[in-house]
């Protein structure tokens, strides 16, 4: 007898291929059959006529390390239909590192970090029973504020080494591979070869290399061509983190990043990760203030009342320039509308792309796309606009998703595949987190399962307890 049959559904099934109408049969936490299931016997029955019967999502690019610890009653992603997590992105990992006071952007997880070991932070999440199945990368950032007292400078040997000693130790622990923030200060000054070398323990595919590249504007062809020269001198796979064009004078530009990213594509394994919203999110940074159209505060540490305040609005109500008043409101985070739809249009549809939301899970005024991400990709760029097809929708935050970092037995809906599946309706998937009230919940997510459980059901979290933590196949 199953556990689960879901029936009466038309199951996408993750990899790209045309919806069929189908019953999906769970057993012990495992997909155990797909097809007519009238007949068989089941302790119990989701009734999903008129809804999508598709692989859990997967979430390419998050900072929920700290979230991981955590079991809030309404979960940002089991919400959104998101099964499993990608963590420690952008050169931002909440393990290995002892610090009392973390310089900015680690201080987005939280300012005291307390695992001195990969392995103690997994043992963390393992014991107190994560919400969602995740995977991890070990921040380049993180292992640079534990082995530098200066990082102003690019690293010397022994400090390479230590970082290399502790990237082994992640790898063995579980990690997934490596990331990187170059863009950011505490980061800035580590040379192309820092990477490389850093990296080694990676090289020949034994694990990945997520890179967010060193300039998303005026120089994005050279940070690209960077990060292209890193994966293949470490013959590792690639993934260029939330890929876009900033500021006003590069709209369009993503013509042309994508051809030279469709170019090195032919010679080495590369992927990038996007999230679909005009505006990005990360620290308050006055110089990103003039390209902007304009910048909303999500938290400021010297006027915490700024938190969800247009800057702009701000500064005219001061009479001061609004460059001035970032620095002023520093240190803080902050929201940039800066960005084309005609380049988030076209980097979304790009056959290269997978879905990753971004979000910070933090205190403040936050982006919607924590949210919003998932339902926001199928409702309002498949249903609305016809960015792109439910089908190739499911399988950019599915099926490529789990190939691309190397996740057996997850991202597809087939028997003997791990039983993390999501239900939504077509006709009302949406999201309904905004720039103002940026904690909604979306709309349209019917049922949640995760590794067999029924996480998530009519818009309630059920079990915040299912996940489990996921290695990487080689």
Not at 62 to 82: I, N, S
Not at 343 to 354: E, G, K, N, S, T
């Amino acid at each position: 007898m199953l556990d689960w049959v879901i029936e009466g559904g038309e199951v996408i099934d993750g990899s790209g291929a045309p919806r069929w109408r189908a019953d999906v049969g769970v057993l012990g936490g495992l997909i155990a059959a797909v097809g007519d299931l009238a007949s068989t016997a089941a302790h119990r029955r989701i009734d999903a006529s008129g809804h999508i019967v598709a692989p859990g999502f997967i979430d390419s690019h998050t900072h929920d390390d700290q979230l991981l610890l955590e079991h809030p009653e309404r979960h940002p992603k089991l919400l959104q239909g998101v099964t499993t997590v990608i963590t420690g992105n952008c050169g931002i990992s909440l393990a290995p590192l002892l610090c009392d006071d973390a310089p900015a952007p680690l201080d987005i997880l939280q300012r005291h970090f307390t695992h001195a070991s990969f392995a103690g932070y997994m043992r963390a999440v393992k014991a107190g029973r994560p919400a969602v199945n995740a995977a991890m990368l070990v921040g380049h950032t993180t292992l640079r504020v534990g082995a530098m007292a200066e990082l102003d400078r690019a690293a010397r040997p022994e400090e390479v080494q230590r970082m290399q000693a502790a990237l082994t130790e992640a790898l063995q622990a579980g990690a997934i591979g490596l990331s990187t923030g170059v863009f950011y200060p505490p980061a800035r000054a580590a040379t192309t070869q820092e990477l490389i070398d850093v990296a080694r323990p990676l090289a020949g595919g034994r694990g990945i290399v997520a890179m967010h590249i060193r300039d998303e504007g005026a120089a994005i062809d050279d940070a690209l061509r960077e990060a292209l020269a890193v994966g293949r001198a470490l013959d590792a796979p690639l993934v260029l983190s939330h890929h876009k064009l900033m500021g006003l004078a590069h709209h369009g530009g993503s013509a042309r990043t994508l051809a030279l990213i469709e170019a090195a594509a032919r010679s080495q394994a590369v992927c990038l990760d996007c999230y679909p919203y005009t505006a990005s999110s990360t620290m308050l940074l006055p110089e990103r203030v003039a390209s902007s159209t304009d910048v909303q505060v999500t938290w400021s540490q010297q006027e915490p009342q700024a938190a969800g305040r247009s800057l702009r609005q701000m500064a005219a109500e001061r009479g001061m320039d609004p460059t001035a008043l970032a620095a002023q409101l520093m240190p803080g985070g902050a929201i940039y509308f800066a960005m084309s739809d005609e380049d988030v249009d076209r980097i979304l549809a790009h056959p290269l792309a997978m879905i990753g939301s971004d979000g910070l899970p933090a205190p403040g005024v936050q982006h919607p796309r924590l949210w919003g991400t998932f339902p926001r990709v199928l409702g309002h760029y498949s249903r609305q606009r016809g960015v792109l097809k439910l089908e190739a929708a499911v399988h950019k935050m599915t099926g490529l998703t789990a190939r691309r970092f190397g996740l057996a037995g997850r991202g597809q809906v087939m028997a003997g595949h791990a039983a993390d599946l999501t239900v939504f309706d077509p006709a009302t998937v949406m999201d309904r987190a905004t720039y103002v009230q940026p904690d909604l919940a979306p709309s349209g997510i019917h049922s949640v399962l995760l590794n067999g459980q029924l996480a998530v059901q009519h818009g309630q979290v059920l079990d915040r307890h299912a996940g489990q933590l996921l290695r990487r196949a080689h």
